[in-house]
Structures are given as structure tokens and as C-alpha cells.
């Protein structure tokens, strides 16, 4: 058997070498991914003592057959010789650059998806596409246009985290589908961030991606309805991913720098923390969202809020909360529709609830959102 | 990143502006006009954009169940009044007006003349996955 979590970690610091050797990027990408695709075939029958070196070497070779003309190879194997071997410190920082410039800003937000989980999630295009439902063809060509797009950005210098995260969060968002576990991989590749770069809100999207992990086998029935927060069987919770989110966000918020996905994870692990969901601490968790509106003034946030405040000081709050926000957002209609019922109205939240299913985004919502308003009606 | 469903119609969408039907054209305005189609398919196949792509013929037939034992009853073919499909595309693109911006292009493949059909099409999203993070 093997490794294929192994084999995809060790991805970027492959294509580092690489392009510390002279490759460009769209090369080395090409060379690291047809290297994977050997040792997937090679491996079991022979495991190499040291995978990674191997992995080098057959990459290196990939990339050598491929630039054929001679002055251009003497070029590169001059660079070898004189290069030296990189410092643990030095591979660390080309990793973190092939994530910045794989979620360079000026790429769109599905081409900085499909380069991230190709270049240093190392996932194989066939699989991105079926991750993401579209044709192998076309998810080849989205990568290889992002490459391009890419290809004249120095590699030499670290970009906005911030871009980085915003790339990694949708991939997480994006859940599972097919044979790739999207989640686990954004966690994955989280992690990998987080071992080369020290700075808090990366530890607050990897906490806040364990916390929402955690509660990941109770968050649907077994035919894929969803099952709301406060009706999920907190006992089968993953207890450990839930230690290790509070852990990793706690040395997160221990640095005093505040962003929004520590704020999203504080929020998380108060849920986590509650061990049947009348014990929820609402009243911190609109503390949170009032942290994050400073931080974002999103109206999601405003709407999440309402809910909160709904919870901390009964319905008629967060119906006052809701108040100003516009109705056209995704779930406003849901939110008004479950304050409304807390109060008593059961038929404006009836109504509501129909309403809510006919805007709804996804099928698991809008069948959710259906059979409230059945519920009601009945 | 949301998938699109372009759906061109024979009937039941509003006039288009050049609305010459195709078997009063020329050769050349045909060729043209498949050419137009297929250059637009391959643009998208080369923007990592295309999902994929069906024509329907006009034939068609109602069925529905019609109680145990019995062979499902039919009816049809369609009256001239009902909205009928002719075919779609499906794009997965990074927002709405992406989405909005190919459909208008693939309204401007040329008809009579040689001029933009400005055919209506139908422009409606998929349903996406439920996110993982709500609260």
C-alpha cells in the first residue's frame, strides 16, 4: 500500500528544488506531476529508503527529457552543480511561495482552487475535475491557463496570506464530492501552511476548519438530509479533532492579533464546547460576531448575529436584529422564518419557510427549508 | 466556480430580433452560423469553462404512469403552443455575470445576413453544494 498522503506532502517541496534549480514553474509543476504519477506505479513493488530525494531525482529527469534543447539543459545542469544544498529553513520558504503564487490575485477564484490542490495539494487533474464535477479536459485547461497566468510572477518574494487562506477556505466550503474528500484535503494542505508559516489567522482557518470537521458524521442522516446544529447528536462529535481545534486556536488567539477566522473559530468552539445545545453560550458567541463585524461588517455576519441574538435574548431580538439587512440575501428568509416561529408565528414562518426553499442554493437546503415549512403547515 | 445551464429554445422563448428561421438561409449563412457555434465551444473548452453540450431533436412525446400493470400512457407530439427545448450548454464559471456575459455571446452567433440572431436564451444556475461552514 501506499502512502498517497506522504507522496502529495511532499508536492511542493519537490517542485521548490526544481525551480531552485532552474525549472520554471509550469515545468516543474509538469515534471513533479508526472513523478508522482511513477512512484504511484513504481512504490509498491519497490519503496524507495528516502521518497522524497526520489521523488527529485525522477522529477528532475521528467524535467530534463522534456526541455530537450541541449544549451538549455547544459544551462540548468551548470545550475545544479553550483547550487547548493538547500537549509530545512530555505525549503520551508519555497513552499510558502508555491502557495502564494498559486493563489495569486491575479487568478480567478477556480483557478487558484484547481492550481493550489494540483501544485501543492498534489492531487491529479482527473481528480480535481471529478472533485469539482467538469470534464478532465476541462480542468487540464483551467490549470494550464493559471499556469500561464502565473508564469511571469517572481518567485521570489511571499504575497498576502490572506489570498492564500480566502483559496484554502473554499476548498474546504466545497466539502465532498466524489472520490476526493475535499475537507480533508484543504485540511491537509492547511496544515502543511501552518507547519512553514507562523502567523495567527492561519492557525484560525485550521482551527476553525477542525472544529467544523468534527462535527462532520452528524451533520447529515445517512440519505444526505441535513441535520441543523441544534439537532445533531453532539456524541458523535469528534472529540479529537475538537481538542486539537480549541488547542491550535487558543495559540492563535494567545498572539493578540485578532482576524476574522480566529473570530469564525471562537464561534465554533464555543458550539463544540456545549454539551447539549440548551448549554450554548450565546451570549459569548454574539460577543464573537460582534467581534467580526468589526472585522468584516459582512451581512452574512449581520445575519448569523441575528440568530445568535435571537438565541441570547429571545426571538424578538433577532427579529430586531434582522432589521436593515437586506432581504435578497442567501437565507434571510430561512433566519426570519425560524425567529418568527420562536415567537409564536408559526404561519408567517411557515411562509417564510416556502420562501426560503424557492431561493435556497443547494438541493440539501432548499429540501431542508421545504420540510420546515411542511412541518408547520401541517 | 457555479455551473450554468444555457437553454436555447425552437419555441416558447420571446422574438428574437433577427428571426429569420434557419431554412430560409443561405449555405453560407449556415456554415457560418455552425461555426460560430462550435468556435464558441471550443473557447470554452480552452478557458477551462465547458462542461459539456446536447442538442434535442423536435420530436418528443408526453408519458406518464398509468397504474399497476398497465404500460405507461403517451401523448404528443407537443402542441404548437408548448415551450420546447432545443438544447443546452453547460458552463461552470466564476460568478453570474461571467455566466450572463457567455450567454449574450452565444445570442450574437450570426442567422440571416450574416447579422446576430439576438436569439433569447435561458440562463439558469445549478444547485451548488451545501457549505460546510454556516454559522
Given at each position: 500500500?501506499?502512502d498517497?498522503a506522504?507522496?502529495?506532502s511532499l508536492?511542493?517541496?519537490?517542485?521548490?528544488?526544481l525551480?531552485?534549480?532552474?525549472?520554471?514553474?509550469?515545468?516543474?509543476e509538469?515534471?513533479?506531476?508526472?513523478?508522482l504519477v511513477?512512484?504511484?506505479?513504481?512504490?509498491p513493488a519497490?519503496?524507495p529508503?528516502d521518497?522524497?530525494?526520489?521523488?527529485v531525482t525522477a522529477?528532475w529527469?521528467?524535467?530534463?527529457?522534456a526541455?530537450?534543447?541541449?544549451?538549455?539543459?547544459?544551462r540548468?545542469e551548470?545550475?545544479?552543480?553550483?547550487e547548493?544544498?538547500?537549509g530545512p529553513?530555505?525549503?520551508s520558504?519555497?513552499?510558502?511561495?508555491?502557495y502564494?503564487?498559486c493563489?495569486?490575485?491575479?487568478?480567478t477564484?477556480?483557478?487558484a482552487?484547481?492550481?493550489?490542490l494540483?501544485a501543492?495539494?498534489g492531487?491529479?487533474?482527473?481528480?480535481?475535475?471529478?472533485?469539482?464535477?467538469?470534464?478532465?479536459?476541462t480542468?487540464?485547461?483551467?490549470?494550464?491557463?493559471?499556469?500561464?497566468?502565473?508564469?511571469d510572477?517572481?518567485f521570489?518574494?511571499?504575497?498576502?496570506?490572506?489570498t492564500?487562506?480566502?483559496v484554502?477556505?473554499?476548498?474546504?466550503?466545497e466539502?465532498?464530492?466524489?472520490?476526493?474528500?475535499?475537507a480533508?484535503?484543504?485540511?491537509?494542505?492547511?496544515r502543511?501552511?501552518a507547519?512553514?508559516?507562523?502567523?495567527?489567522?492561519?492557525?484560525?482557518l485550521?482551527?476553525?476548519m477542525?472544529?467544523h470537521?468534527?462535527r462532520?458524521?452528524s451533520?447529515?442522516t445517512?440519505?444526505?438530509?441535513?441535520?441543523?446544529l441544534?439537532?445533531?447528536?453532539?456524541?458523535?462529535?469528534?472529540?479529537?479533532?475538537?481538542?486539537e481545534?480549541?488547542?491550535?486556536?487558543q495559540?492563535?488567539?494567545a498572539?493578540?492579533?485578532?482576524?476574522?477566522?480566529?473570530?469564525?473559530?471562537?464561534?465554533?468552539?464555543?458550539?463544540a464546547?456545549?454539551?447539549a445545545?440548551?448549554?450554548?453560550?450565546?451570549?459569548?458567541?454574539v460577543?464573537?460576531?460582534?467581534e467580526?463585524?468589526?472585522?468584516t461588517?459582512?451581512p452574512?455576519?449581520r445575519l448569523?448575529?441575528?440568530?445568535a441574538?435571537?438565541?441570547?435574548?429571545?426571538?424578538?431580538?433577532?427579529l430586531?436584529?434582522?432589521?436593515?439587512l437586506?432581504?435578497?440575501l442567501?437565507?434571510?428568509s430561512?433566519?426570519?422564518?425560524?425567529?418568527?416561529e420562536?415567537?409564536?408565528?408559526?404561519?408567517?414562518?411557515?411562509?417564510l419557510y416556502?420562501e426560503?426553499?424557492r431561493?435556497?442554493?443547494?438541493?440539501a437546503e432548499?429540501?431542508?427549508l421545504?420540510?420546515?415549512?411542511?412541518?408547520l403547515?401541517? | 466556480?457555479a455551473?450554468?445551464?444555457?437553454?436555447?429554445?425552437?419555441?416558447?422563448?420571446p422574438?428574437?430580433?433577427?428571426?429569420?428561421?434557419?431554412?430560409?438561409w443561405?449555405?453560407?449563412?449556415?456554415s457560418a452560423?455552425?461555426?460560430?457555434?462550435n468556435d464558441?465551444?471550443?473557447?470554452?473548452?480552452d478557458?477551462?469553462?465547458?462542461?459539456?453540450?446536447?442538442?434535442?431533436?423536435?420530436?418528443g412525446t408526453?408519458?406518464r404512469?398509468?397504474?399497476?400493470?398497465?404500460?405507461?400512457?403517451?401523448?404528443?407530439p407537443f402542441?404548437e403552443?408548448?415551450?420546447?427545448?432545443?438544447?443546452?450548454?453547460?458552463?461552470?464559471?466564476?460568478s453570474?455575470?461571467?455566466a450572463?456575459?457567455?450567454?449574450?455571446?452565444?445570442?450574437a452567433?450570426p442567422?440571416?445576413?450574416g447579422?446576430?440572431?439576438?436569439?433569447?436564451l435561458e440562463?439558469r444556475?445549478?444547485?451548488?453544494?451545501?457549505?460546510?461552514?454556516?454559522e
Amino acid at each position: 500500500m501506499i502512502d498517497e498522503a506522504l507522496l502529495r506532502s511532499l508536492t511542493p517541496g519537490v517542485i521548490g528544488v526544481l525551480v531552485r534549480r532552474g525549472a520554471d514553474f509550469a515545468a516543474a509543476e509538469d515534471a513533479v506531476q508526472d513523478a508522482l504519477v511513477e512512484a504511484v506505479r513504481v512504490w509498491p513493488a519497490d519503496p524507495p529508503r528516502d521518497p522524497k530525494g526520489w521523488l527529485v531525482t525522477a522529477a528532475w529527469r521528467k524535467f530534463l527529457d522534456a526541455t530537450r534543447a541541449d544549451t538549455a539543459r547544459k544551462r540548468r545542469e551548470d545550475l545544479v552543480d553550483t547550487e547548493p544544498e538547500p537549509g530545512p529553513a530555505q525549503e520551508s520558504d519555497d513552499t510558502l511561495r508555491l502557495y502564494f503564487l498559486c493563489a495569486h490575485p491575479s487568478l480567478t477564484p477556480s483557478s487558484a482552487v484547481a492550481l493550489t490542490l494540483r501544485a501543492v495539494g498534489g492531487l491529479t487533474t482527473r481528480q480535481i475535475a471529478q472533485a469539482y464535477l467538469v470534464p478532465e479536459a476541462t480542468m487540464a485547461q483551467r490549470i494550464s491557463r493559471a499556469k500561464k497566468t502565473v508564469g511571469d510572477v517572481r518567485f521570489d518574494r511571499p504575497g498576502d496570506v490572506a489570498t492564500v487562506l480566502r483559496v484554502l477556505y473554499l476548498v474546504f466550503n466545497e466539502g465532498y464530492s466524489g472520490d476526493v474528500d475535499l475537507a480533508a484535503e484543504a485540511i491537509r494542505i492547511t496544515r502543511q501552511l501552518a507547519a512553514v508559516v507562523d502567523h495567527p489567522e492561519v492557525a484560525g482557518l485550521l482551527a476553525l476548519m477542525l472544529l467544523h470537521h468534527a462535527r462532520r458524521a452528524s451533520r447529515t442522516t445517512d440519505d444526505g438530509a441535513l441535520v441543523p446544529l441544534a439537532e445533531q447528536d453532539r456524541g458523535r462529535w469528534d472529540t479529537t479533532l475538537i481538542a486539537e481545534g480549541v488547542e491550535v486556536l487558543q495559540a492563535a488567539l494567545a498572539q493578540d492579533r485578532l482576524g476574522e477566522f480566529q473570530a469564525q473559530a471562537a464561534i465554533a468552539a464555543l458550539h463544540a464546547d456545549a454539551p447539549a445545545a440548551e448549554e450554548t453560550d450565546w451570549v459569548q458567541i454574539v460577543e464573537w460576531y460582534d467581534e467580526l463585524l468589526e472585522l468584516t461588517d459582512s451581512p452574512v455576519v449581520r445575519l448569523n448575529r441575528a440568530v445568535a441574538v435571537g438565541e441570547a435574548d429571545g426571538p424578538r431580538a433577532g427579529l430586531k436584529a434582522l432589521a436593515g439587512l437586506d432581504e435578497t440575501l442567501p437565507r434571510y428568509s430561512a433566519v426570519a422564518a425560524y425567529l418568527h416561529e420562536r415567537d409564536g408565528d408559526r404561519r408567517t414562518a411557515a411562509r417564510l419557510y416556502a420562501e426560503a426553499s424557492r431561493k435556497a442554493l443547494n438541493l440539501a437546503e432548499r429540501e431542508h427549508l421545504t420540510r420546515q415549512a411542511a412541518r408547520l403547515n401541517n | 466556480m457555479a455551473k450554468y445551464l444555457l437553454l436555447k429554445h425552437y419555441r416558447g422563448a420571446p422574438a428574437a430580433v433577427n428571426d429569420v428561421p434557419m431554412d430560409q438561409w443561405s449555405q453560407d449563412e449556415i456554415s457560418a452560423h455552425i461555426k460560430y457555434m462550435n468556435d464558441f465551444a471550443d473557447r470554452l473548452r480552452d478557458r477551462g469553462e465547458f462542461v459539456g453540450e446536447q442538442a434535442l431533436a423536435q420530436e418528443g412525446t408526453w408519458v406518464r404512469y398509468d397504474g399497476e400493470g398497465r404500460p405507461p400512457v403517451t401523448d404528443g407530439p407537443f402542441a404548437e403552443t408548448k415551450d420546447l427545448i432545443a438544447g443546452w450548454m453547460i458552463i461552470d464559471v466564476d460568478s453570474y455575470e461571467r455566466a450572463v456575459e457567455l450567454a449574450g455571446e452565444l445570442s450574437a452567433a450570426p442567422g440571416k445576413g450574416g447579422l446576430p440572431i439576438h436569439e433569447w436564451l435561458e440562463l439558469r444556475p445549478f444547485y451548488g453544494h451545501a457549505p460546510t461552514i454556516t454559522e
